[in-house]
């Protein structure tokens, strides 16, 4: 079984950084995807970004790209979401996704505030 970890979260000012974190425990995998998705109140599930295994693929979001940057560190079963020139519209629960061997597993998610 594997078991993620969000941590990061926060509250900051528009034009701030934050930086998330998401470690992985269990039955992890270094050849496994791994995703950041966010969610505001009200709307639906958007997807922010992802990496592959080894940290060579990374996909991000039009809506962030140019902004957030993820990556990974697999020594550490870690990845991160850097988020830099943050926006009010970024304001959501932010939720760590992990796809090990086809185990498919969500992190409880961590809360990011944007103020304007």
């Known amino acids: 079984q594997v078991q993620l970890h969000e941590s990061g979260g926060g509250l900051v000012q528009a034009g701030g950084s934050l930086r998330l974190s998401c470690a992985a425990s269990?039955?992890?995998?270094?050849?496994?995807?791994m995703s950041w998705f966010r969610q505001a109140p009200g709307k639906e599930q958007e997807f922010v970004a992802s990496?592959?295994?080894?940290?060579?693929?990374?996909y991000v979001a039009d809506s962030v790209k140019g902004r957030f940057t993820i990556s990974r560190d697999n020594t550490k079963n870690t990845i991160y979401l850097q988020m830099n020139n943050l926006k009010p519209e970024d304001t959501a629960a932010y939720y760590c996704?992990?796809?090990?061997?086809?185990?498919?597993?969500w992190g409880q998610g961590t809360q990011v505030t944007v103020s304007s």
């Open positions: 269990g039955r992890t995998s270094t050849d496994g995807y």
């Open positions: 990496i592959s295994g080894a940290g060579g693929l990374t």
């Open positions: 996704y992990a796809d090990f061997r086809g185990e498919k597993t």
